[in-house]
């Protein structure tokens, strides 16, 4: 669990600039009035972002997501999330860079929706 925790540590101090975006409209319950924390580990992963109020993962998703055995893994890490009733929304660090507006909407709708399980905006699945 320390080496977790440390990893966790290290990886809020270099996030990607997709990242460091999307905790900027997480961050103080900015969102919705929703407390989120990042990097945070649930189970035996470490999530980019984490609502316990709702039970959502906010994962923000770059391109080696795209590639097949990465896609194979995160498909696996999201069903055993789901199984333990946390919701993961992916959004893609594309589109996150190149249109935050529309990202940003996307992901409040997102949260305000019933159920949204495997919702994924701006990559693969789409």
Same mark, same amino acid.
């Given at each position: 669990?320390?080496?977790?925790?440390?990893?966790?540590?290290?990886?809020?101090?270099?996030?990607? %600039?997709?990242?460091?975006? $999307? +905790?900027? !409209?997480?961050? =103080?319950? #900015?969102?919705?009035? *929703?407390?989120?924390?990042?990097?945070?580990?649930?189970?035996?992963?470490?999530?980019?972002?984490?609502?316990?109020?709702?039970?959502?993962?906010?994962?923000?998703?770059? %391109?080696?997501?795209?590639? $097949? +055995?990465? !896609?194979?893994? =995160?498909? #696996?890490?999201?069903? *055993?999330?789901?199984?333990?009733?946390?919701?993961?929304?992916?959004?893609?660090?594309?589109?996150?860079?190149?249109?935050?507006?529309?990202?940003?909407?996307?992901?409040?709708?997102?949260?305000?929706?019933?159920?949204?399980?495997?919702?994924?905006?701006?990559?693969?699945?789409?």
């Amino acid at each position: 669990m320390n080496e977790l925790l440390d990893h966790a540590r290290e990886m809020r101090h270099f996030s990607t %600039r997709a990242e460091r975006l $999307v +905790w900027s !409209w997480l961050r =103080d319950r #900015r969102l919705l009035g *929703l407390k989120f924390r990042r990097q945070h580990i649930v189970g035996p992963y470490i999530v980019d972002f984490f609502c316990d109020e709702l039970q959502v993962a906010v994962e923000a998703d770059g %391109r080696q997501h795209e590639a $097949v +055995w990465m !896609w194979e893994y =995160d498909s #696996r890490r999201t069903f *055993l999330l789901n199984a333990h009733g946390i919701e993961v929304i992916r959004l893609s660090n594309e589109l996150i860079l190149r249109d935050p507006c529309v990202a940003y909407e996307w992901l409040k709708e997102t949260l305000t929706r019933p159920s949204a399980t495997l919702s994924r905006c701006g990559g693969r699945g789409e």
